[in-house]
């Protein structure tokens, strides 16, 4: 990732949401950036779920069947509470 071009958008367009997308963009970058802690315990947790996930994906034991789907979903919802609270929105 860290040899390919950075991707050049289209400028925003002037509206509420434009601008409200615009400013969770730059929130989300600006509070990994003024928490370095808080962010790299994200990172872990982060990393965490990938191995759980990765784990279970490949035990084939029928009692991993309701932990497999329960952990993707669980690691969704926890990336999503995160980018909505490091875009400075509330989340449930």
Known sequence: ??????????????????????????NERATSLNLPKVY???????ST???????????????LLVPRFLIVRTHSAFLAAMRLAMSGQSFE
């Open 1 to 26: 990732m860290a040899n390919e071009p950075e991707q050049q958008l289209p400028p925003w367009e002037k509206d509420s949401l434009s601008s409200l997308l615009e400013n969770a963009a730059f």
């Open 40 to 46: 790299s315990l994200l990172k872990q947790v982060h």
């Open 49 to 63: 779920f990938e191995r759980v996930a990765a784990t279970v994906e490949k035990d084939n034991r029928e009692e």
